[in-house]
């Protein structure tokens, strides 16, 4: 009796804490859409007809429903890359160029490797060898500036920064040219289209949802399992908590911060590899750009935790998929997307103004994203 009264106890806590931790974002949310309801109607506005074109552009029919699948599945990828580099105490800002490396060499593999080998390969090999090749050249990407922060203490921030640069400006140059698609009829900066062998299929006839989708919500329950249930997980997360109590405690501080850009990397790689062999299936000069900075936002948005992550992708993706629905009915700019999204993020930051309206006594407890910021 008495261990089953501990067990129900440590549930209870359990959902306690969970509701805990997602109380503050669903108030920021509803907070942002109460303001942004108020921009909206002082611009001359009707926010009910905004709103209601935002959510059934989003999921009022089945194509929509799909869409906003079709737009989370990067943005579930990216924030859990984000929101790993966070439990380690490390700032990823180089998703995006980990993102585009991961697409460019998938698509490389997707469209180049048959004329290598001079045949056809067949689905279960050509697929997975294109989305493992993109998450190991994400992994490796991220790893250079994992090995700096290591060895040289060169912060993370700025060193993935000017690899976005680096990555950005060398894809260019590829799609402009070696890698730029020879068809007579193609001005743009595009590879040639993958094999067929190398696509993810469509789950349903007729909608352009795949099973990329569901492999992305796989790995989102892979990652809290690495995190939460191993040996890796807990160091990866006792490295981000506090490094010098990690190296009294007999942990390699260097080989977890670089194994943490690794995987980083990797899941911002497959961010861009599922997009090319389930979605475009080709890399093309800029279709990524801004998902990997969205996805710092979702990963702060949904509290670096993997239900969390994918949840804030689907509100970021169901924005996005809404906005075109939102600006028909009411012919009020797009651009009113971005500033929900930042409206969002600005309460989600500034908790304790959220703290403050609706009278939330404060933890003690605070969490700390990041080491190395002032100090």
Known sequence: ????SQSGSSVRRLLRSALDAMLIPFLAILTAVVVGGIIIAVVRGNPILAYYGLISG???SAKALSETAVWATPYIFGGLAVALAFKGGLFNIGAEGQLAIGATTSALIGYALPQWLGTDLPLIIHLPLAVIVGMAAGALWASVAGFLKAYTGGHE????IMMNYIALNTISFLLNGPMKD???NNVIARTPLIAESARIP?????????????FALLVAFLIWWLLNKTTVGFEIRTVGANPDAAKYAGINV???IILTMALSGMLAGLAGTIEVTGLNYRHELGFSIGYGFDAIAIALLGKSHPLGVVLAAILFAAMRNGATRMQF???MP???????????LLFVAADAIVRYIYRIRVESERVVLTRGWGG
């Not at 009796?1 to 089953?4: A, R």
């Open 157 to 160: 921030v700025i060193n993935t």
């Open 1 to 4: 009796m008495q261990s089953e």
């Open 182 to 184: 020879r068809n007579p």
């Open 202 to 214: 469509a789950i349903f006839d007729g909608l352009r949802v795949h099973w990329g989708f569901v």
């Open 329 to 331: 009915l009411t012919q």
């Open 58 to 60: 989003s999921f009022g």
């Open 254 to 256: 260097k080989r977890i």
């Open 334 to 344: 797009i651009d009113l997307i971005s500033m929900l999204q930042a409206l969002i």
